[in-house]
Each structure stands twice: as C-alpha cells, then as structure tokens.
C-alpha cells in the first residue's frame, strides 16, 4: 500500500526524542511492505547536503558518512528530499532564511510559541508551503496519516476529503484545538472527510468532546479510536545490565529519565527527588532547553555525583540505560496553558523493557501505568508521594522485582506489532 504521512514533527538524527515515535511508526510500516511518503517540516540541522545522513531526518544507523550508501542518504534537490528502502523523505521548505527561528525547531511547537507568540505569524505561510507540496507529492498515494490534528489532521482533511485518512491525535494538538474558538469548526472539517481518528489515550479524546456539541462529540466517537503509539522492544538482561552499570559507576538503586527538558516534563523535580532518595543514581537521557540549567542547578546542590548526564540518545544507548536502571520516572506537569502528557512513549518503552513507573497522574499517563502493579502514579502537586514510592522500591527490592515482572508481562500491547495490527486493519478497510 502507498502510504503518505504528513506531519510536523520528525527527528533529524538518531538521538533526537522529537517526533521519535512518528519514525517509528514509519519504520514499521516499511518493515510490513508499505511504501511511505513523509513531509514534514524542513530544519536548521537539514541545512546542508553534507555530513551524516541523519541530517536529512531519516534516522538509520547502518548508513554512515563515508560508507557506499552514504551518498544516497543526503539531503537531493532543492527540495530537500531523499530516497531510501520504500521511503521517500521531503523537508518542507520555509519560505524565509533558514538561520531565522522557527516554530518547529528547539523543543517543539508548543514550546516554541509559548515562549514566542510572534511565531504564530509563521505559520499561514508555512502551511501554505506545505499544501503546495503535499498536493504535488501525496496525490497519488492510497491513505493518507497525519501525526497532530492540528495543523496536519485538518490540513489534510481539506486538500485530500475523499482519500483515507487516518488522523493521530496526540495531546498538545488536541488542547490547541480544544481550547480555540475554532474547535466545533475545526472537528467537521475533519468529519467531512474520509477520515477515522487515532487518539494516543482516552483522557486526550474526552479533552476534545468536552468541547463539543452533542452532535459533534457523537460523531467524533463514531469516527475515532483509542491507541497508543507504539515502542520497540529494549529488552537486555544478563551480563549487559552489569557491563552497562560498572560503566555508569552505579553500585545501588537507579532511576532513569528519559525525555526531553522542557518545562512540561519538569526535569527540575529531580533534584527534589535527589534529595528526598539517599545513595540513588539518577540518569537523565535527553536534551532540551532546560538542560545547561539543571547541570547547574546540580552541581550547585552538591550532587554531580549521582547524576549521569547522557543528554539525547539513539537506540543503542537507550537499550543500555533500559537495561542499567531499576525503575523510570516520570515528572510531568501542567502548563500555565493546561498542556499536559498524553500516552509517553518513554513509559511504554520502559514497561517493554520490564522498569516500574513511578509518575505524576497527568494526560494518560494512567492509562498506561497500573498503580501499585507496574508502578505507582503520585501526586502532581508536590514531590513527597514520588519519593514516598521511590523509597519503597529501594528497600523493597522483591517488591521491585514483583512489579518488574508485571510490567513484562502486560507490556506486549505497546509493542509496535499489536499497535500496527490495528492500525492496519483501519486504513484498509477505509482504502479499499
């Protein structure tokens, strides 16, 4: 099947968190005999036609500078597209210099024009760019996926309202929309089209339908399904988890971040979890704006020592930090904008890999987490019910072991065969 994506959100390099579950989802798709077209926006580090060839966005870490299939990985014409096994890549260009900011670049849209409201000038032109090119590029493909309804679910139900079309709710698109005057209109628009609707967890849906009329919110449920995104299996036991450990330096208890330092996920709540949590290590994986302020936050409190600063990592590195840690948490919270968390797919990949959550009931989060069974969910007022849990896992260790296992054991669902499956079966029986 001939599959186009459209989308705002995808990494430029392996390491990169942004958009990471969207390849994934592309991934798969190629790996199942799809054929896919992406566009998505075209960023500052696919600037060049030269370097890695993650720099075009298609994260592959069996083409490296300087190997024969180097060359076909770089960025081609003008346009910035690529070509690679079933893929056909396109950065959609900015119609401005690519040294200016822009609205998809640093740690994400949200982000962005929370700290810049002009970048919402950005966007009409930026739209219209990506219009032009979808119409020239996805015409002849047999369904259409969008990854945020906002701006590409509706993007993509006005150019193309009689091919099929799945369109991904996330979370920040859903509370964009919902929280607009637009929201009743921007909804039909979408129904009008050969469209179903993916939302990444039930508490993202009801977000959406609080907001509707009777009418609308009954023909949204008709129209939409529940799925979380998928994860790849990161499994590694045996004598990789002590190799990885003695290369940390980490003796006792682990705790693992993963994600990006932005103010949503509240990074900052680790030095409180530092403090509250004697001899542990903590790992931050991942890279964002908040990062230069917590290493210095850090170091001012004295505990260099038991922080291990990884920054952002590709599959590899993740599969050992998986395999190094005890148990993964999770500190998010809710922007001044009422942003929150929808379904993490760091918390699937740390279920796949058998590590209790502990983390802040927020967005779906408890829709993944079972608390008291793979984890705990706390508090998202204050740190003390994380510390609380943290501590009961480390002197607990046949109660971490307990929860381990439950983790296991109910985590094949997020694996990217269960989601896929689904996925499937949706867009060919709209297709055909």
Not at 198 to 207: L, T
Request: hydrophobic letters at 40%; glycine letters at 10%.
């Amino acid at each position: 099947m001939r599959i186009g994506v459209l989308t705002t959100s995808y990494p430029t390099h392996e390491e990169d968190f942004a958009g990471s579950f969207v390849a994934g989802m592309v991934e798969t798709l190629i790996k199942r005999g799809h054929s896919v077209t992406l566009l998505a926006p075209r960023v500052r580090s696919c600037a060049t036609t030269s370097g890695p060839p993650s720099s075009c966005g298609i994260p592959s870490p069996s083409c490296t500078p300087g190997s024969a299939r180097s060359d076909s990985c770089r960025v081609s014409g003008p346009g910035g597209g690529l070509e690679k096994s079933g893929l056909f890549a396109h950065r959609v260009r900015y119609p401005w210099p690519e040294r200016w900011p822009s609205v998809f670049n640093g740690g994400g849209a949200p982000d962005s024009l929370e700290a810049n409201p002009w970048l919402w000038a950005e966007l009409p032109p930026f739209l219209l760019c990506m219009a032009r090119d979808a119409l020239r590029l996805l015409r002849g493909v047999d369904v259409i996926i969008s990854h945020w309804l906002i701006p590409c679910g509706i993007l993509a139900s006005i150019l193309f309202p009689k091919k099929k079309h799945l369109a991904v709710a996330h979370s920040s698109d859903v509370r964009m929309l919902a929280g607009s005057v637009f929201a009743e209109a921007g909804v039909r628009l979408l129904l009008g089209s050969n469209v179903e609707v993916m939302f990444s967890c039930e508490a993202v849906r009801n977000v959406l339908m609080e907001r509707l009329s009777q009418k609308n919110t009954v023909a949204l449920k008709q129209r939409s399904f529940v799925q979380p995104m998928g994860a790849e299996p990161q499994r590694v036991v045996g004598g990789h988890r002590a190799r990885i450990r003695e290369e940390l330096g980490i003796e006792g208890f682990c705790v693992l971040f993963l994600g990006r330092l932005v103010p949503i996920k509240r990074p900052e709540w680790l030095l409180a979890l530092a403090r509250g949590v004697e001899e542990a290590t903590f790992i931050v994986a991942g890279d964002g704006p908040l990062r230069e302020s917590l290493q210095r936050r850090v170091e001012a409190s004295g505990f260099e020592a038991r922080f291990r600063f990884e920054g952002a990592v590709g599959p590899d590195r993740k599969r050992d930090l998986l395999s190094g840690a005890d148990v993964m948490v999770s500190t998010s919270g809710v922007t001044a904008g009422g942003r929150t968390e929808g379904a993490p797919v760091s918390m699937m990949e740390g279920a796949i890999a058998g590590l209790p959550v502990v983390a802040t009931e927020v967005g779906g989060v408890g829709e993944i987490v079972v608390d008291g069974e793979t984890g705990f969910l706390c508090s998202t007022d204050q740190p003390d019910s994380m510390i609380s849990a943290l501590k009961r896992l480390k002197n607990d260790p046949d109660l971490l072991r307990s929860l381990s296992q439950e983790t296991v054991e109910r985590s094949e669902r997020f694996g990217w065969k269960a989601v896929m499956d689904r996925i499937e079966d949706v867009i060919r029986i709209g297709a055909e």
